[in-house]
């Protein structure tokens, strides 16, 4: 990941967006480019050894860059900062350039930060690189609030289109960036997600050949390993869930980790929409078949559903279904997830079909 990120520093492609779904390593994955490219970090201890140590630009921009590391989760815990969270990041980067830069004196801790940076890169020549982890919390937090939403992609669209300061700008979150027409400006970012996973696609989980690894030094059942943590196919590549498996190594047992991190309410009130063959489509993929589906009119959001792919494209990016990119069809990943949905289609609403599917489980194991 540090040779890709070297190789698109200072170019076109210097605008990077990584949609993951939670408990995939987003925030380590940012922590990591923080520790190697800030100049107030001495991480070379950190890599020695490491295979990011072989990369022909590793030495040239080990902690040599200035770094602005967000967590915008910090600055929105709930709506009701919604009206102030934009004024605080501003405030609180701008007080802490001032103290970096004290040459640079020549604004108050009310200035606006973009032109701050400017200021700074005008003097000193040097730009900076912007880690951005939880990009999209507004749309998470703030559901419903459509113009606060606009409002913060307006902000990041001033911060950072045409700006000759940013030598880099890295986003992760959980959804792929908000469509929204005049709004679209943000599509100066390269997206990397559960749909599309481009060239990252090994950086997204533990790969097969990793999670092999993992087995045999822990003296842990890698066929089982497979069967229920198995089941992301990104670009042509096995991805497992990290979270699971530490978890299963560490633990010695088989059960759901990754959900047990969030209650199936969350999941529930996606998947009991009324949509025409919803539910229909769900039962199919746990008895194993893929679902086709359109995921082009997904509006990068958690409220704007008109269809049954709408939800099932939702359901993709955080991380309940799994995608082919080559035949467009979603299904169940693996073990872990399917618990999850049959925990769902146990309840009532379903009109008899988890009957229906117990029955059929009855008659295979007859058979």
């Not at 960036?177 to 599509?187: P, Q, V």
């Not at 530490?246 to 998947?271: H, N, P, Q």
């Not at 799994?322 to 997830?337: K, L, M, R, V």
Request: glycine share 8%.
């Amino acid at each position: 990941m540090i040779s890709y990120t070297n190789s698109v520093l200072n170019t076109l492609q210097k605008f990077v967006s990584v949609s993951r779904p939670r408990r995939f390593g987003k925030s380590m994955a940012a922590d990591m480019l923080v520790a190697y490219y800030s100049s107030g970090c001495d991480s070379a201890e950190l890599f020695a050894g490491r295979a990011a140590e072989k990369g022909e630009l590793f030495q040239e921009h080990l902690n040599q860059h200035n770094v602005i590391r967000l967590d915008m989760q910090r600055f929105l815990e709930s709506e009701r900062e919604l009206d102030t969270f934009i004024g605080k990041i501003e405030n609180g980067v701008v007080a802490e350039l001032k103290k970096m830069f004290p040459e640079c004196n020549d604004f108050s801790l009310n200035s606006r930060l973009k032109m701050v940076l400017e200021q700074i890169f005008s003097q000193t020549g040097k730009g900076f690189i912007f880690i951005i982890d939880e990009w999209d919390c507004v749309f998470r937090v703030a559901k419903e609030h459509k113009e606060a939403q606009k409002e913060y992609l307006d902000f990041l669209r001033g911060l950072f289109k045409g700006a000759e300061y940013v030598d880099m700008a890295y986003m992760t979150g959980i959804l792929p960036i908000k469509k929204y027409g005049e709004h679209s400006a943000l599509n100066i970012f390269d997206e990397y997600s559960m749909i599309d996973s481009g060239e990252l696609t090994p950086y997204f989980g533990f790969d097969e050949d990793e999670v092999r690894e993992l087995c045999g030094q822990n003296n842990v059942s890698f066929s089982e390993v497979q069967k229920w943590y198995d089941g992301y196919f990104l670009n042509g590549c096995h991805i497992y869930n990290p979270k699971s498996v530490v978890d299963v190594m560490r633990r010695g047992k088989f059960r759901s980790y990754w959900t047990g991190t969030e209650t199936y309410e969350a999941l529930k009130v996606y998947i009991d929409m009324n949509f025409n063959g919803l539910k229909e489509a769900i039962i199919e993929m746990l008895s194993n078949v893929r679902c086709k589906i359109n995921t082009r009119k997904f509006q990068n959001d958690m409220t704007t559903f008109k269809t049954r792919d709408d939800v099932l494209t939702l359901l993709v990016h955080l991380g309940y279904l799994a995608y082919d990119e080559g035949t467009g069809e979603a299904f169940i990943p693996n073990q872990e997830i399917a618990e999850e949905f049959l925990n769902v289609v146990d309840d009532d609403g379903w009109n008899g079909l988890a009957q229906a599917l117990s029955r059929s489980e009855g008659l295979l194991k007859s058979t």
